[in-house]
């Protein structure tokens, strides 16, 4: 059964790769060498029946990281930022809000309280387990970043199983469920804390042809077939309307410095409009 689950880990997600590592040094460590060959076959069985899908993937990803200019940023380097979001992100959830000072302390403290009874629970192998996890990731994103808190998202079951084992005291425990739960339902209710709003961006578009990096636009595609996609990287060289729309999203990731382009052509940003992370630019000619 270990060896179905661990097939199939690896299988629907490579990032899984680093808790499987952590279980088998983990288990070098403590010299159970059976228990260990035991486990080998599900990742070995994995990695055969995935690896030119895997070997194509990281073709992929490394002429990505060469041609996209801010590419390993989206990826996630080796960073202290990147480290910590991980704690943060994990005990607050996706939930950011103004002033960043009063989210940052809030989001500080509540952090510091709630690992502060993980770390309290280093004897236990459910700790080593996260920590191998996380610093095999850590070290891996030097080369290929991927240091993403989202991509490890699936020790969140083994953070809370420490935290059962580690809070002895009742008052604690339904402290600790009330926060997740508070911080739960703000991502919840809010919905300025999801994802990207495609669908009401595109509804309000007022032109049928829009500047955008093309590799970014099938949500705009998939709302409404009719639009016109150009790229942005075309936009010093096409004969522009006195009134153009820009949506910017990923220039920043592929390097295009599509505003300087238009003021140059004697265009200025007369509007925006925000949905959730995007936002549109209506540019005029003076």
């Known amino acids: 059964m270990c060896n179905l689950f661990i097939f199939l880990s690896f ?22 060498f059976r228990f260990l060959f035991m486990l080998l076959p599900g990742l070995v069985l994995a990695g055969i029946l995935i690896y030119p899908l895997f070997i194509q993937q990281l073709i992929n990803s490394k ?20 480290l910590l979001l991980i704690p943060i ?24 309280f709630v690992f502060y009874f993980v770390i309290k629970g280093w004897k236990n192998t459910l700790f080593y387990l996260i920590g191998i ?31 059962a084992t580690t809070v002895k005291n009742t008052k604690i425990k339904w402290f600790i469920l009330v926060g997740f739960t508070v911080f739960s339902f703000t991502y919840l209710l809010n919905p300025a804390h999801h994802r990207e709003d495609w669908k009401s961006l595109v509804k309000n578009l007022n032109s049928n042809i829009v500047y955008m990096i093309p590799s970014s636009s099938d949500p ?20 522009l309307n006195n009134e153009i729309i820009v949506i910017p999203y990923t220039a920043e990731i592929h390097g295009v410095n599509y505003d300087e382009v238009l003021k140059s052509k004697s265009y200025e940003l007369s ?4 949905y959730r992370e995007l936002k549109i630019e209506i540019w005029n000619k003076k």
């Open 63 to 82: 002429i990505a990281l060469t041609e996209v200019k801010n590419w390993n940023l989206v990826l996630g380097q080796s960073n202290i930022k990147n």
């Open 89 to 112: 992100k994990f005990s607050i959830g996706r939930i950011s809000f103004d002033p960043q000072i009063v989210y940052y302390s809030i989001a500080g403290l509540w952090t510091a």
């Open 133 to 163: 996890t996380i610093t095999l990731a850590f070290l891996a994103s030097f080369f290929i970043p991927m240091l993403q808190y989202f991509r490890y998202l699936y020790l969140i079951p083994l953070i809370c199983l420490l935290l």
């Open 11 to 32: 299988i629907t997600f490579y990032g899984s790769v680093f808790f499987i590592a952590a279980i088998y040094l983990w288990l070098l460590f403590k010299r159970q």
């Open 271 to 274: 509007s925006e409009k925000s």
């Open 220 to 239: 705009v595609k998939y709302y409404n077939k009719n639009i016109e996609v150009r790229s942005l990287n075309q936009i010093g060289q096409d004969e």
